[in-house]
């Protein structure tokens, strides 16, 4: 912890940096540079409160330097030392971000007091960049709920992976599972925290718009564009995170321009014949295995080696059932707060709904659950009752039946409130494998997948079982 503030002079004239020095160093720890690059080089090793920069320096103009010292982070406060006939320079020096001026020679009283108001004028904007922080690390911790081991670690995987400005990381898991909060919590903990976060879900779109959007336009580059052009993601996101949801369904003329600009920071909107630089962070995110689909040739390996610096795995919520009800409660203080309702708590028995169901839309499905219930019930805990909309395991399970003895996609026999596409790939999956007496490479010759893709969605399905039950 420093004790006193640093002060660093960045000034040639000899016996006016000395005499400065020696008075100010009676109160604060005190630095001296000759030239303009010393100058740059101590204020980035000893990050100062305070700079007191002359504008007449030998090597570059004061002013020059003024935006260099003020991009370092934490940037310094600066006030700025003129001869008389600069003073017309001051104007722009203090739109370039300087706190004051002083004018040599300076009457030490003036100047005592302008360096305090400087010095309490850092401390004050180190003090909010502090809170900022701590809000930050606060609202992390309330709006990520989960604590069971898998969880934890991919909670911490996320944190370590945040401190790097760079490093691509994949997010892999079931949908819902908490992919894109994720993102935003790593963008919000990492460096970049201060620019912008700016998303794009890969699968809703044709291929032509994801590249218009990327790379943006120059006006006229086909027909249809807007006639003034359009600034793309990349450019929206310089200087932050661009987070791809689905990134599997980029189209491979997209997954290759990406890489260039990941590579060489570069990039030409469609039509332009100038190039724009960026600097992003891309987390990616995917609900199959990404790896496989560059197996199958499907997406490139370069780019997903770019891309995976860090994969975060995401439990599902079945597999880890002891975040249900911490998850639960939060969602209903949330939508108490939301709806001005006052459900205190939830039953043993709606409780015990609440664990057994498989949650196949994740902690997505439960929040939905918990919405619907505080918005339509005025009651102060959750009861049994309440969650009738929920199909119990028992009740899929009759729909299982009922379907095995009609045929997979038997209507009359779909529950009422309809499911998932990857609720019905999972059903599909269980009945195969039952059917083919439980023998995995009997159902992936059925279902035409190699064994290993039918391995990996057994697993992402919770469908696998200990090794001895099955042949
Ligand atoms: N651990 C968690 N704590 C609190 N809220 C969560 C948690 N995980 C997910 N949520 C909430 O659940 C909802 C779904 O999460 P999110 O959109 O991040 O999932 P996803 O994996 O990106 O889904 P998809 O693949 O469908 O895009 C969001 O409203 C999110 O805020």
């Not at 699968?203 to 032509?208: G, L, S």
């Not at 990404?290 to 919520?317: N, S, Y």
Request: hydrophobic residues 40%; proline residues 5%.
């Amino acid at each position: 912890m420093r004790t006193a503030p640093t002060i660093l002079i960045i000034d040639d004239e000899t016996g006016f940096r000395g005499a400065i020095a020696r008075f100010l160093s009676r109160s604060y720890t005190v630095h001296e540079a000759k030239t303009a690059a010393e100058g740059l080089r101590l204020a980035q090793e000893l990050e100062p409160d305070l700079v007191l920069l002359d504008i007449g320096l030998p090597d570059c103009s004061g002013l020059d330097l003024l935006p260099e010292l003020k991009e370092a982070k934490p940037s310094p406060t600066v006030i700025m030392v003129t001869a008389y006939e600069q003073v017309r320079d001051v104007v722009q020096a203090m739109k370039k971000g300087a706190f004051d001026y002083l004018v040599k020679p300076v009457d030490l009283e003036e100047f005592e007091v302008t360096v305090k108001q400087a010095l309490e004028y850092a401390s004050l904007r180190h003090e909010v960049e502090r809170l900022r922080e701590e809000m930050q690390r606060l609202h992390q911790r309330r709006t990520l709920v989960g604590s069971s081991p898998a969880f934890l670690e991919a909670q911490q995987l996320a944190i370590r992976s945040a401190q790097s400005p760079d490093a691509g990381v994949l997010l892999q898991g079931e949908s819902g599972v908490g992919k894109e909060l994720f993102a935003r919590l790593i963008h919000a903990a990492s460096p970049r925290a201060s620019y912008p976060f700016v998303a794009l879900n890969c699968a809703v779109f044709t291929p032509e718009i994801i590249e218009s959007e990327l790379f943006g336009y120059e006006k006229g580059a086909f027909t249809g564009a807007r006639a003034e052009g359009k600034k793309g993601l990349l450019e929206a996101a310089d200087g932050g995170t661009l987070f791809l949801d689905e990134v599997i369904d980029l189209p491979p003329e997209v997954q290759a321009k990406l890489l260039r600009v990941l590579e060489e920071h570069e990039f030409y909107p469609l039509g332009a014949t100038r190039k724009k630089t960026v600097d992003i962070r891309v987390v990616a995110a995917c609900n199959r295995d990404l790896w496989q689909a560059c197996e199958e040739g499907l997406f490139r390996k370069d780019l997903f080696f770019r891309l995976a610096t860090v994969q975060i795995v995401l439990p599902a919520l079945r597999q880890r059932r002891e975040d249900i009800l911490p998850l639960a409660r939060f969602f209903l203080e949330q939508f108490n707060d939301k709806y001005r309702k006052k459900f205190r708590d939830i039953s043993e028995e709606a409780q015990h709904i609440l664990l057994s169901h498989e949650w196949p839309g994740n902690v997505r499905e439960l929040k939905n659950t918990i919405e619907r219930i505080v918005l339509l019930e005025d009651d102060d805990l959750i009861f049994k009752r309440h969650l009738h909309f929920l199909p119990s395991t028992a009740g899929r399970r009759a729909a299982m039946a009922a379907s095995n003895q009609a045929g997979f996609l038997a209507w009359e026999h779909m529950p009422e409130e309809g499911m998932s596409l990857e609720e019905l790939e999972r059903n599909i999956i269980q009945e195969v494998f039952e059917r083919c007496g439980r023998n995995k490479s009997k159902t992936a010759r059925f279902l035409r997948i190699p064994r290993h893709v039918l391995i990996y969605r057994m697993k992402k399905f919770g469908l696998e079982r200990p090794p001895d039950s099955e042949a």
